[in-house]
Nanobody
Framework: QVQLVESGGGLAQAGASLRLSCIAS????????TAWFRQTPEKEREFVAA????????RYADSVKGRFTISKDYDKNTLFLEMNSLKPDDTAVYYC???????????????????????WGQGTRVTVSS
């Protein structure tokens, strides 16, 4: 069973930066984390950013484009989310996710739909004050 553990969340002021990390353990071969989602009590889980497993193609939600950067270090089984110019609307619990697929094409593109992901971390809370 792949396990994902997020860290790096916390309290930040508007305009500040935070860096989230997601470390994978267990049978991670072909199951490295590739996406970040976030959720608030008022909203369903929403896509934030994703990176392709092969190469470095990225996709971002419009609301974070230009402010957030997703990156990966698979030598360390780790996925990152650099969050700059934080806004109060970024307040949420952030989750990293990993998928498993028998379709090689799935590894070549960033997957942005939550239902495509099989493994989820427990989440790390980000609170941005105005």
């Amino acid at each position: 069973q792949v396990q994902l553990v997020e860290s790096g969340g916390g309290l930040a002021q508007a305009g500040a930066s935070l860096r989230l990390s997601c470390i994978a353990s267990g049978p991670t071969a072909n199951n490295y984390p590739t996406a970040w989602f976030r959720q608030t009590p008022e909203k369903e889980r929403e896509f934030v950013a994703a990176v392709s497993w092969v190469g470095n193609s990225t996709r971002y939600a419009d609301s974070v484009k230009g402010r957030f950067t997703i990156s990966k270090d698979y030598d360390k089984n780790t996925l990152f989310l650099e969050m700059n110019s934080l806004k109060p609307d970024d307040t949420a619990v952030y989750y990293c996710a990993a998928f498993s697929s028998g379709n090689y094409d799935d590894y070549r593109v960033p997957l942005v739909v939550a239902s495509r992901y099989k493994y989820w971390g427990q989440g790390t809370r980000v609170t941005v004050s105005s």
